[in-house]
């Protein structure tokens, strides 16, 4: 079991930086693939950021390719840092985890969630 709770979300102004985090408790990151998803408003959740286990490659839409970086950080969480933020970024960011097997690729799907954070990009 893993228990997600995301932070940092806010609003920003276009062209600004967000950096969006995800505390997890229950178990050890490190034995999940983790991932960042964003829901804008109306549409369906899509997935912008994934790293598996090991060496695995960090993963990215290529709506926010170079812009947006994943990381696993210290204390058992997770982030998001994101740049040059648009418009069309907004809306609730997401954290999740899938227990794989190490040096997995990202899954397809995520077993555990957070709540949810908000993202409102807007002059």
């Known amino acids: 079991q893993v228990q997600l709770v995301e932070s940092g979300g806010g609003l920003v102004q276009p062209g600004g930086s967000l950096r969006l985090s995800c505390a997890a408790s229950?178990?050890?990151?490190?034995?999940?693939?983790i991932g960042w998803f964003h829901q804008a408003p109306g549409k369906e959740r899509e997935r912008v950021a994934c790293?598996?286990?090991?060496?695995?490659?960090k993963e990215y839409s290529d709506s926010v390719k170079d812009r947006f970086t994943i990381s696993r950080d210290a204390e058992n969480t997770m982030s998001l840092q994101m740049k040059d933020l648009k418009p069309e970024d907004a809306g609730v960011y997401y954290c999740?985890?899938?227990?794989?097997?190490?040096?997995?690729?990202?899954?397809?799907?995520?077993?555990?969630w957070g709540q949810g954070t908000q993202v409102t990009v807007s002059s």
């Open positions: 229950g178990s050890d990151l490190e034995h999940f693939a």
């Open positions: 999740a985890a899938h227990w794989v097997m190490y040096g997995s690729r990202c899954p397809p799907s995520f077993h555990y």
């Open positions: 790293l598996g286990r090991g060496d695995a490659p």
